[in-house]
Nanobody, 114 residues
Framework: QVQLVESGGGLVQPGGSLRLSCAAS????????MGWYRQAPGKQRELVAR???????NYASSVKGRFTISRDNAKNTVYLQMNSLRPEDTAVYYC????????WGQGTQVTVSS
């Protein structure tokens, strides 16, 4: 059974940075395109960044230039470096395959507030 474990969230002031990590069981993160998704209170889950097995990336317009997705296939881990954080980035962040998903992990809470 595939397991995805996200970590690295927390409380940060506007303008701050966080680095999220996603540890995947098996080789899921090395053989599939992966994405970081987020869900804010009262809103639908949305894709914010994705990365192919070859390392090509794509970002939602709301985070482009501020967030960077990367992967370490040897460690079965996907990362999301988030800079210049804004209050509207507050959400629970999840990683999963892209475009088809498997079971969701518990996510990691990111709160941007002064």
């Amino acid at each position: 059974q595939v397991q995805l474990v996200e970590s690295g969230g927390g409380l940060v002031q506007p303008g701050g940075s966080l680095r999220l990590s996603c540890a995947a069981s098996g080789r899921i993160s090395s053989i599939y395109a992966m994405g970081w998704y987020r869900q804010a209170p009262g809103k639908q889950r949305e894709l914010v960044a994705r990365i192919t097995t070859g390392g090509s990336t794509n970002y939602a317009s709301s985070v482009k230039g501020r967030f960077t997705i990367s992967r370490d296939n040897a460690k079965n881990t996907v990362y999301l470096q988030m800079n210049s954080l804004r209050p509207e980035d507050t959400a629970v962040y999840y990683c999963n395959k892209y475009p088809s998903v498997v079971s969701w992990g518990q996510g990691t809470q990111v709160t941007v507030s002064s």
